[in-house]
């Protein structure tokens, strides 16, 4: 069982930055993939970032490519969304996710879920 618990949220100006963390409880926290989507009010929830178990790979949907970066520490049991240039249509709850493997994470069939921090962009 893995719990995961999201912080980092907030109201920022259009530019800024914000940094998310989500914090995952469990002793193989270093065996998961995790990742990272957002929903923004009538629409579909959608992949953003996703790192492997390790580290070593990370992947970013086109539209935060370049802004956003995705980081985990595995003694910490935490994974982080560096979110700069921030722009209104970031507008989004975003989730922390976390799965075995790297490609049904990043298809959205997740294992484990958090519940989710409001992130919003004034313009």
């Known amino acids: 069982q893995v719990q995961l618990v999201e912080s980092g949220g907030g109201l920022v100006q259009a530019g800024a930055s914000l940094r998310l963390s989500c914090a995952a409880s469990?002793?193989?926290?270093?065996?998961?993939?995790m990742g990272w989507f957002r929903q923004a009010p009538g629409k579909e929830r959608e992949f953003v970032a996703v790192?492997?178990?390790?580290?070593?790979?990370?992947t970013y949907a086109d539209s935060v490519k370049g802004r956003f970066t995705i980081s985990r520490d595995n003694f910490k049991n935490t994974v982080s969304l560096q979110m700069n240039s921030l722009k209104p249509e970031d507008t989004a709850v975003y989730y922390c996710?976390?799965?075995?493997?790297?490609?049904?994470?990043?298809?959205?069939?997740?294992?484990?879920w958090g519940r989710g921090t409001q992130v919003t962009v004034s313009s």
């Open positions: 996710a976390a799965d075995r493997q790297v490609p049904t994470l990043t298809s959205g069939i997740c294992d484990y």
């Open positions: 469990g002793r193989t926290f270093s065996t998961w993939a």
């Open positions: 790192i492997s178990w390790g580290g070593g790979s990370t």
